[in-house]
């Protein structure tokens, strides 16, 4: 089995590394950047607190990261509403975009390394994916 966890291990990390270096848009954000984008993209808006935990970094980091992706236009900060000590923080439609276009550049790049295997490993994939999901959201 330790060498099952091994190879598993590497293989995602090596197809981590891959995804991430396919970009189309101009890189314009840090990858800690675009993860916090990611999290704003799939659980809709929330404040720093809970975007510094979502993303599992420190609070003054997340400020940092926020004011750095406020000058850059791809978030809004607004009024809690209820608390108003509290802001709100919120993709912008460019910042939706600009997600948009770093997902799309992932996925042509995987569906074309996919294209080039057989119906049979595809198939394992498939499989795979399913057994990998389960142990990641454990």
Do not use: K
Request: proline fraction near 4%; charge should be neutral; aromatic fraction near 2%.
């Amino acid at each position: 089995m330790d060498a099952l966890a091994s190879r598993l291990r590497l293989a995602v990390v090596r197809l981590n590394r891959r995804l991430r270096a396919q970009r189309d848009v101009e890189a314009v954000v840090t990858l800690t950047q675009l993860s916090a984008m990611a999290s704003l993209y799939r659980h809709g808006p929330m404040t720093p607190g809970e975007l510094a935990a979502c993303e599992r970094v420190q609070p003054p980091s997340m400020t940092r990261v926020i004011a750095a992706l406020t000058d850059s236009g791809f978030v809004d900060r607004s009024p809690h509403p209820t608390d108003g000590r509290q802001t709100v923080v919120a993709l912008t439609t460019a910042g939706r975009d600009y997600v948009d276009a770093e997902v799309s550049a992932r996925e042509r790049w995987l569906d074309a390394q996919l294209a080039q295997l057989t119906a049979d490993e595809r198939d394992v994939l498939s499989r795979a994916v399913d057994i990998i999901d389960r142990i990641a959201g454990r």
